[in-house]
């Protein structure tokens, strides 16, 4: 079977762009995966679809798909074709979702063993993932906020410690050069760091410690932007810095943590054996991996008890450790609350838009038209700034965006007119990751320590994804937590397309201003100032009961 990737140009094999956008953001999603032949594209077993046969069947029913009509999947596997209407979604779907008691990895396992279930991850079975691209400026604004918070501002001479470079990690580096820090990242795996070179996101490689920290002592000394992959287990590689005296600035992990079976691969092992050992010893795997991550762990928070600033980016590493005996795991940070969370409390968050011709002027253009009609926020401007020269290209050409409520239609709306006036080469697909402010309940990573304890309360994504339907999006996913994160979240995505057409203008506009307007109305639910006063200023209808309180008690 030749590999497949998103087809470009001007040519639609479907009956209309907005369905041809969805068929093209599902051959990305596999053009930037990690392992196609499995479908898998991230987060150690994120897939795209269920099987190959699904797969098939899914492209062959968008071809096919008329305006009026919705498609409905399920975990991956297509269920069917309803007659709905013209503004309504283009396809639903639920990924990965288990009745709370039973939603255990075990379960997951066994599900997903008979066929009957996959872990979506959030953005792969939704065909929303872009590449390491996807959560790039998210990591830059953690670093951005850690220089800010401990360092004066800059991370210049600094060194980060973090280690993973698969589809989502594989940002690190990357990400840390652009902070203009060193960074140093273990990885065990030596073909994900080749592939994070030849990607452009990563610098140097080798397998030898050593030369790594001379490496990196140097860059600080130079204050030189540096990043390299080092060949070797975080497991091992922690520990023996910490026993040799070295203290990065700045210390983190982004392996597939949150799986013990699939993702973590346990020292001593190579990512072969650890694949050998799933089938012939995998309660001894899930062990050896457990035992790996407390070391790991274990040598985190001695680095944070020497004086290094060291958080959880997002992969469950601190419930692993507490499971295999740290039980102050949880002294270290969660990246949402540490450091993003002000920004998510305005519903600002990982929006971004995808050039369906396959152009890369396109996102240039688009680039432009940010630089000159947001050039008030600095957020965005910086980063459109930083991205246009350091961001290469991977599958259909995508940008990333920190932009918040109505800023997002704002500028979806600026591109459908482009479309329209032929300015750009093609449709344009707008789309966020899940981890936005009203799409995702993990109280472990997006909701740690909400202000008034509602983590756990996985309404708002639901919501979300309901509102995000009646508010004329093309595409709805729900997902739940599959492998180690079953029964730790549940999160909602969303795609709508700008194919220039004026009705289009509609849906851009309800469905992103519902999707974020909603996001600031989970936070000021919860409490949270910035919220409150997104809400007065951008005029949110907010029904507030506290004013009913009073009539009550009356
Ligand atoms: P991935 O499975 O594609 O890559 C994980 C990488 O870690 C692999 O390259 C693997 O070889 C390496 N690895 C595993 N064990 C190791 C060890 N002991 N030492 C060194 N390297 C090891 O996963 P991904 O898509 O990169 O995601 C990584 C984690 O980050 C997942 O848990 C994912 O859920 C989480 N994540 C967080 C965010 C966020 O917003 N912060 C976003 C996406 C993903």
Redesign the pocket.
Known sequence: MSRITAARGGELRCKGWRQEALLRMLENVLENG?NQKELIV???L?KAARNWPSYRAIVDTLKNLEEDETLVIQSGKPIGIFRTHRQAPLVVMANCNLVGRWATSENFYELQDKGLIIWG??TAAAWQYIGSQ??IQ??YEIFQSIARLHFGGSLQGRFILT????????SQPLAGTMAGAAILC????EE?IDKRISAGYLQRKTASLDEALAWIEEAKGSGEALSVGLL????DVYPELLASGVLPDIVTD??????LLY?????GYT?AAAAAARKTDPAGLQEAAGT?IAA?VGAMLEFKERGAVVFD????IRSQAVKYGIANAFDIDI?TEAFLRPLFARAIGPFRWIALSGDPQDIRTIDEYILREFSDNEIVSNWIKLANIHVPVEGLPARIGWFGHRDRSRLALAVNAMVREGKLSGPVAFSR?H?DAAAMAHPN?MTERMKDGSDAIADWPLLNAMLNCSSMADLVAIHSGGGG?AGYMTSAGVTIVADGKEESDLRLRTALDNDTGLGVLRYADAGYEESLDEVERKGIARIDTRRHEEIVAD
Do not use: C, K, W
Not at 313 to 316: D, I, Q, V
């Open positions: 990690e991230y987060a150690s994120g991850g959030l996807g959560v998210g990591t280690a993973g470079l698969g589809g989502m990690g594989g273990v990885e065990v795996a994900r070797g287990n975080a497991a982004q392996t597939s943590a949150h799986d993702g973590y691969i346990p020292s990512p790996s790991e980016n997002g992969n469950n990246f990751d981890l990573i994160y």
